[in-house]
């Protein structure tokens, strides 16, 4: 499993947020979310930026490039 797919849910439930609210911040719908948290799609940069800004977290750390 990418370490972005265990990140972003991880950030999100530690929020308690659902999934729902997070996609309507990035403008996609619940299902699209979804897949990414499974890993089905993956996701799109322009996300990955909104999510960083979001949760207040650097991209390295959603990648898992932080050591």
Known sequence: MEHYVRAIRELREDRDKTQQEIADMLGTSQTMYARYERAANELPIRHLIKLCQYYNVSAD??????K
Do not use: S
């Not at 750390?61 to 932080?66: A, D, P, R, S």
């Open 61 to 66: 750390e959603v990648l898992g490039l932080k």
